[in-house]
């Protein structure tokens, strides 16, 4: 029994081992490249390095552009390679085909080039460009950053400027099948959809007459409640606070119908729901509609 027990925590202690160094640094690509080192350190501007091609896309730097400043001998390659080069790189031949992290397939629809923005500053884009340690790090531009210049006054809005298919009357790709019955979930996390829908009162036009699938015929009874404490935003987006408070001066809840609900002991039935959830009770009761009853009640345990 204690040989298992010494071999089991000997497995459970290699495996921790293993997932923290892991977890240490991410696997480089083919090139060891220091955008820090070179930038703020070194004050290089990013044309130093990188060309902007005839098609207006920035090209990367060639093994000729890099000689201008290191001393490179393609004959006689050494353990100096190593500096730019990762180990997968030099076992293959010192290819760099795998030098950056690919881009988002969002990518494949998007129109750019870098000539039309020569005047921006990279970091602009590119959140944290000059404190990169490696290409890893690039972060790639999402539309919250494009839309801080296409805005409609700096540079033009329309889709069409930036997106070969995506327009707002051509629903993505991602709006398949059983999309309006699944939608939510992604629009609590997913800003974009302000893009096409222009405010929140698209959503509210369209649930405050057509209701969620949880609304169903217990709904009110047994369930509203429960998943209000959870998250009342997406109440919310119908419902203002006070439709809450309207409807539960004038009926009661289902829960205070227990027989026991004001029973004069420390285990009855508002006791208790008061315990799990206070909050619930302060959407009628304030603190001082405990104080008054409790100050001239004494309980009694139940035996």
Partial sequence: MKKNISIFLALLLTALISILFSGCKREEGALKFNHRLHVMENEMACSDCHEIADDGKMQDPTMDKCSECHDIDLDHPSEDCLQCHSLKSAQNDYSVEEAMVEKP?????????????????????????????????????????????????????????????????????????????????????????????????????????????????????????????????????????????????????????????????KENGHAEAARHNFRSCNVCHSTSDCNECHQNIILRHKR
């Fill in 105 to 265: 397939k969002s990518y494949e629809d998007v129109i750019f080039t870098h000539d039309v923005h020569e005047g921006v500053e990279c970091d602009t884009c590119h959140e944290g460009l000059n404190e990169d340690e490696s290409l890893n790090d690039i972060k790639w531009p999402e539309m919250t950053t494009c839309r801080q210049c296409h805005n409609g006054d700096e540079a033009p809005s329309e889709c069409e400027t930036c997106h070969r298919r995506l327009r707002k009357d051509v629903p993505p790709a991602s709006h398949h099948g059983d999309w309006a019955e699944h939608h939510g979930f992604d629009s609590r996390f997913d800003k974009t959809c302000l893009y096409c829908h222009d405010s929140k009162a698209f959503c509210q036009d369209c649930h405050q007459t057509k209701k969620p699938r949880d609304h169903i015929f217990n709904w009110k009874t047994t369930q509203h409640g429960q998943d209000a404490t959870h998250d009342r935003r997406l109440c919310a987006v119908c419902h203002p606070a006070s439709y809450c408070s309207d409807c539960h001066r004038s009926q009661k809840p289902v829960s205070h119908a227990r027989a026991d609900w004001m029973a004069y002991t």
